[in-house]
């Protein structure tokens, strides 16, 4: 019964006793009085109400939860939709584990308190709701302390208003245990202050993956002192003065960030100030527009990131580092971009190697601002001569199909072979190929007969 129950009751678990009596009701009407007499067809009307409907409405009973929660919990399907009424704390010892399908509803501005554990796996078929009971915001879902867990396949919707470090709708706030964020949906969070999706807060062990995070004015994952893993996402636009993902003050270790697609933004894809990342094998479009600069991927002051692998187009500013920041790029590619690598407001410092920056006649493949510097090698960079430097070249890299954003070298691109081999080069590319021999410049190792990136064709 259960079982029918769910397949019938997918998307609203709640039936309302009202809807079932009309329902009912539509038994006595013109169709009904020619099968059955009058006694007949209220004694079928009684019979499927006390016999029928009745008993799915025992085992739909709403689950109902404020407080605190002191020992082990399983919010079963079969106890959707768990209603939170003000805020939940899940106590140091107690572990609760929500089961696929389970919707949970949420009173405003309401928080639940992670000082335990937390596992709420869904299914890509069947994921874990999260939501407002009403047309007001909840609050969060918040891993402190030693409070730990995993989401998994979960729709968070019209989340965070809570504060103090604590504004995204998910957080890890000084958690010293693993928090996983994975296979999850975001969507309308708030843009009229300064909330988060997801947000870190010196804490070390925080997981953001296979997610996608859906279009605003608002930022995704954001951090302070929290080396996270940020892998394998997808950021929609961002709009505003709001970066896709923000990480300061986070240094060694660093934030790793790696193989995500970052659709556009009026602001950055990625800022890292005084922070060391490893940015590997991320895809970024499309930072334009607004008042603020919008930059590929950024970084102010002490940050001394490593930028391996990525692809960075049309971007009015690919690559853009400030304020004393040192970086390091081997192996990217970036296109169409105003600016393809600025340092700029007080010195600032790069290495680029085996890098390609192309385009537009019409842009400035690097710029620098007075006493910042930068050393090229073995990099293919467009512009009115050779960029100074060991191995350099300005020639056409023949892309298979630039206007259509695939990015692999032809056969004949002076890219193939022309690549620099030592410390800090990856034995792969962009795509995961293998770099063999001489390596190439640029993100994307020449293969023979391939003429598509994986990548665009998994996310157009």
């Known amino acids: 019964m259960i079982d029918t129950l769910k397949k019938i009751q997918k998307n609203e678990r709640d039936v309302e006793r009202e809807n079932i009596t009309m329902n009912m009701y539509s038994l006595t009407g013109t169709h009904c009085n020619k099968n059955y007499g009058g006694s007949g067809i209220w004694k079928a009307v009684f019979y499927l109400i006390f016999f029928v409907f009745f008993p799915l409405l025992s085992i739909h009973a709403d ?22 009424q003000g805020d939940l704390v899940i106590a140091e010892g107690a572990d609760v584990a929500i089961e696929a399908g389970v919707d949970v509803r949420i009173e405003a501005n309401a928080v639940i308190t ?15 709701r999260f939501h407002p009971m009403g047309s007001r915001r909840w609050g969060a879902v918040s891993y402190e302390r030693e409070g730990a867990g995993q989401l998994k396949h979960c729709y968070f919707e019209r989340g965070s208003y809570a504060s103090d470090h604590r504004n995204g709708v998910v957080n890890a706030y000084r958690c010293t245990a693993p928090v996983i964020i994975d296979s999850c949906t975001f969507t309308d969070w708030p843009g009229e202050f300064d909330s988060k999706a997801a947000n870190g807060y010196y804490s070390t062990q925080m997981v953001v993956r296979n997610c996608w995070f859906g279009e ?46 970052f659709w556009g933004s009026e602001d950055d894809a990625i800022d890292l100030d005084d922070c ?14 607004g008042s603020h600069d919008p930059i590929g991927i950024s970084g102010d002051r002490t940050s001394k990131p490593i930028l391996v692998n990525n692809i960075i187009v049309n ?3 690919g690559i853009g580092f400030k304020n004393g920041a040192e970086i ?9 971009c105003d600016r393809g690598v600025w340092l700029h407001q007080n010195p600032a ?9 192309w385009g537009r006649e019409d842009q400035v493949s690097i710029r620098l601002e007075e006493g910042s510097t930068i050393d090229v090698s073995y990099s293919l960079i467009r512009g009115d001569s050779i960029y100074p430097g060991e191995g350099n070249l300005n020639e ?9 954003r695939l990015f692999q070298l032809l056969a004949g691109s002076p890219a193939i072979d022309a690549g620099w081999s030592g410390e800090g080069v990856l034995d792969y590319d962009y795509d995961g190929a293998a770099r063999v021999g001489n390596v190439d410049i640029g993100a994307l190792e020449y293969a023979p007969g391939e003429t598509a990136i994986g990548k665009w064709i998994e996310f157009e």
Request: aromatic letters at 8%; one cysteine or more.
């Open 63 to 84: 689950l109902v939860r404020s407080g605190a929660i002191q020992s082990d919990e399983r919010w079963r399907f079969e106890d959707s939709p768990v209603m939170i």
């Open 276 to 289: 060391d990342a490893y940015v590997e094998g991320n895809l970024v479009m499309n930072c334009r527009g």
């Open 396 to 404: 056409d890299p023949l892309f298979v199909d630039p206007l259509n």
């Open 114 to 128: 992670v000082l335990g554990r937390l596992d709420a796996e869904g299914a890509a078929d069947d994921p874990i």
């Open 328 to 336: 390091t790029v081997i192996n990217n590619t970036v296109i169409d």
């Open 349 to 357: 410092h790069a290495k680029l190697i085996n890098t390609i920056i």
């Open 315 to 317: 971007c009015e500013s």
């Open 216 to 261: 605003g004015a608002s930022e995704v994952v954001y951090g302070v002192h929290s080396p996270m893993l940020i892998e394998h996402n997808t950021f929609m636009p961002r709009f505003d003065y709001r970066d896709a993902v923000d990480i300061g003050d986070t240094q060694n270790p660093g934030p790793i960030i790696r193989y995500n697609v």
